[in-house]
């Protein structure tokens, strides 16, 4: 499975954003879909995550103000994230889940970079 995500830029605090990802490969495999993010100096954390039933998980740092979506059919996930904050500025790595191995799937990551 391979990841293509696009859509991350530069934008102030309290705009909007919208990244996208598109699956290719073996794509029958993925089960969840979402997006981490890794700012410098720290950890890669969970930003949000969806399953192929349309579930989704948030971090605490986002809920409210991110959306992520998904398109089944054209094996996709998007992530709309409104009132950027400064602290959100970070790579953003679209993600994917094997459902029939332990195995994950990345992206190549997207630069967001929020200014104050």
């Known amino acids: 499975v391979q990841l293509q995500a696009s859509g991350g830029g530069l934008v102030q605090a309290g705009g909007s954003l919208r990244l996208s990802c598109a699956a290719s490969?073996?794509?029958?495999?993925?089960?969840?879909m979402g997006w981490y993010r890794q700012a410098p100096g720290n950890q890669r954390e969970l930003v949000a995550t969806?399953?192929?039933?349309?579930?989704?998980k948030y971090a605490d740092s986002v809920k409210g103000r991110f959306t992520i979506s998904r398109d089944n059919a054209k094996n996709m996930v998007s992530l709309t994230m409104n009132s950027l904050k400064p602290e959100d500025t970070a790579v953003y790595y679209c993600?994917?889940?094997?459902?029939?191995?332990?195995?994950?799937?990345w992206g190549q990551g997207t630069l967001v970079t929020v200014s104050s």
């Open positions: 993600y994917a889940k094997d459902r029939y191995i332990l195995r994950d799937y």
């Open positions: 490969g073996s794509t029958f495999r993925v089960n969840v």
């Open positions: 969806i399953t192929s039933g349309g579930y989704t």
